[in-house]
C-alpha cells in the first residue's frame, strides 16, 4: 500500500486548505437565535423576550463565557439594552416601552442558558398597524434569527426576522394562503441556509459529473433523481413524525450524527467514487436523520393550530423546491468539470476529503459542546 499514499497526497493537502479557508465560518446553522413572544392588548402589547446569555454577555462588555450569574449582576444594562432595541409602532406612532420585574434565568430544550425580559407596550392611538422590530443582536452576529411568536386568543403564529429583515406586521390572524407561502418560504430559506444539508447534498452529487461524460446525462439525471427522491423520502417521513411528536429526540446527537452523515458519504467518494448503487440506500437512510434535523426548526417556529397540516406541507415542500434548485444548478456544471482533466483527483476525491474535514469538525463541536 505504500505506493498508494502519493496519489492522495495533493487531494489531502487541497482538502486542508479548503478547511483552512472554511474554518472561520465553520457553523453548520445560523448564529443564536431569540424567541419573542407578542400577546396584543387593547391599548398595545404584552411582549417576552428570551435571550441567550451569551448574546447578553458580548453586549454588556463581559466575555462570552461569562456565567450566567455574572450577567444577571447586570441585569439593569441588559434590561436597558433589551429596551432600547426591541421597538413597537402603531398607526398612532411609536409604543413606549416598560419593564415587568427583572430577569429570570432559563434553560431550552437544547440546554441554552436563557434570560427572559418581559415588557409591557403603551401605544397612542389608533393602535392598528402594529409593527415590532428588532435591533439587539443583528449589529454582533449577522446569522442571528428573532423567531416572533403571535399569540391570538388560543391560535399562535410566527414571525422570522433576520438581518435587513427585522421588522414583522403584528396584525389580525393570517389567511390560510398566507401561512402556507411563509411556511413554503421559511423550508426553503431553512434548506439553503443549513449548510450541513447543502454539503450532504453536495457529497452525494460529486461524483454525477462523471456518470454524464460516460453514461450520457439522461443516466446522471436518473441517478441524481433517485438519490434526491430517496433522500426527500427519509426526511419527509420523520419531520412529519417529528412535527406531529409522534417521534422526538434531543437535538444533539441528532446534530452529532448529521454532521457523521456528510463525512461518511464524503469519503465514500474517496475510496469508492465509481460504485453508486450504494448511494441511493445511504441518502434514504441518513435522509430519516436529516429530517430530525428539519423538524428542529419547526419546533422552535410552531406549526399554527388551524393549518397544522397545511403549514407541514408547505414546509416540507419548500425544503424539496430548495433541493431540486440546488440539483438543478449543480449537475451542468459537474458535467462540464468532468469533461476537463483532473475532476476525479480535484472535484470528487479533494472536494470530498474537504467536505469530510469539515463535518467531522462539525462533530467535534457538537460532541464537546455544553
Known amino acids: 500500500m505504500p505506493r498508494e499514499i502519493p496519489r492522495y497526497t495533493s487531494r489531502a493537502v487541497a482538502a486542508l486548505l479548503a478547511l483552512f479557508l472554511l474554518a472561520p465560518s465553520a457553523h453548520a446553522h445560523r448564529g443564536s437565535t431569540t424567541y419573542v413572544q407578542v400577546e396584543p392588548l387593547e391599548a398595545g402589547a404584552r411582549v417576552e423576550v428570551e435571550i441567550e446569555v451569551v448574546d447578553a454577555a458580548v453586549q454588556v462588555g463581559l466575555p462570552e463565557d461569562a456565567s450566567a450569574d455574572a450577567v444577571l449582576a447586570r441585569s439593569d444594562e441588559v434590561q436597558a439594552w433589551i429596551g432600547d432595541g426591541v421597538h413597537l409602532r402603531g398607526a398612532g406612532g411609536p409604543c413606549e416601552p416598560s419593564l415587568l420585574g427583572s430577569p429570570t434565568l432559563l434553560l431550552d430544550g437544547a440546554g441554552v442558558a436563557r434570560l427572559r425580559i418581559e415588557l409591557a407596550f403603551a401605544c397612542p392611538a389608533p393602535v392598528t398597524g402594529l409593527v415590532l422590530r428588532d435591533d439587539t ?97 427519509g426526511h419527509s417521513v420523520t419531520l412529519v413524525l417529528a412535527a406531529l411528536e409522534l417521534v422526538t429526540l434531543p437535538p444533539r446527537p441528532v446534530e452529532i450524527v448529521i454532521a457523521l452523515s456528510i463525512a461518511v458519504v464524503a469519503l465514500l467518494n474517496v475510496v469508492r467514487d465509481e460504485a453508486r448503487g450504494h448511494v441511493p440506500w445511504l441518502a434514504l437512510g441518513f435522509g430519516l436523520v436529516h429530517g430530525l434535523g428539519f423538524s428542529g426548526v419547526l419546533g422552535e417556529l410552531g406549526l399554527p393550530s388551524r393549518a397544522r397540516l397545511v403549514s407541514l406541507f408547505s414546509f416540507n415542500l419548500g425544503i424539496e423546491l430548495a433541493q431540486l434548485a440546488l440539483v438543478g444548478l449543480a449537475i451542468l456544471p459537474l458535467e462540464w468539470a468532468a469533461r476537463r482533466p483532473g475532476y476525479r483527483r480535484w472535484v470528487v476525491q479533494a472536494g470530498s476529503l474537504a467536505i469530510a474535514a469539515l463535518a467531522l469538525l462539525w462533530t467535534w463541536e457538537r460532541w464537546t459542546a455544553g
Open 137 to 233: 443582536v443583528f449589529s454582533t452576529d449577522p446569522q442571528h434569527e428573532t423567531y416572533v411568536r403571535l399569540r391570538f386568543g388560543e391560535g399562535e403564529e410566527t414571525l422570522v426576522l433576520r438581518l435587513d429583515r427585522q421588522e414583522g406586521r403584528i396584525g389580525a390572524a393570517s389567511s390560510v394562503p398566507a401561512l402556507a407561502w411563509r411556511f413554503l418560504v421559511l423550508g426553503a430559506e431553512h434548506l439553503l441556509t443549513g449548510y450541513d444539508h447543502l454539503l450532504f447534498l453536495l457529497a452525494l452529487l460529486l461524483t454525477s459529473g462523471g456518470v454524464a461524460v460516460k453514461e450520457g446525462r439522461r443516466k446522471a439525471l436518473r441517478d441524481v433523481v433517485l438519490v434526491v427522491t430517496a433522500f426527500t423520502i
